[in-house]
């Protein structure tokens, strides 16, 4: 059975009424994270009742398998610290488009992003 390695981000616009754009910009680059191979979801949500600062979460959920990564490019930066790792994510040019647009409307301190690896199994 293949593993699971589970990405969530928390993104806090500078102001509540960016988070329009920040949820459209992630939701533009969806089709391209999605056609990686290994690439699971790519999903974009808010809370369910907001909140004042308008934060928007992103919950990626990318496989790989125990006998070797199979992993899309976008989640092997998250992995794999080296240069070789973060040069493989970086070069997606949806994810640079996407960056250049979104880091100059959040608060880049309040950016939160939890790695997780499961067993394939999220309940019974």
Known sequence: MSDRFVVFVTIVPKTPEQQKDVIQLLHDVRPAWLA???SLSHD???AKDGDELGTV???????YD???WVL???????LDSSPQ??????????H??????LMPIIQSDKLVITQVVTNGEFSK
């Open 85 to 94: 790792g973060l040069a493989d994510f970086s070069k997606i040019p949806e």
């Open 57 to 63: 979460y992103l919950t990626e959920i990318c496989m």
């Open 66 to 68: 125990l006998l070797g």
């Open 72 to 78: 899309p490019a976008n989640c092997v930066g998250y």
């Open 36 to 38: 990686l191979p290994g």
């Open 96 to 101: 640079d488009q996407m960056k250049e647009k």
């Open 44 to 46: 974009v949500g808010t």
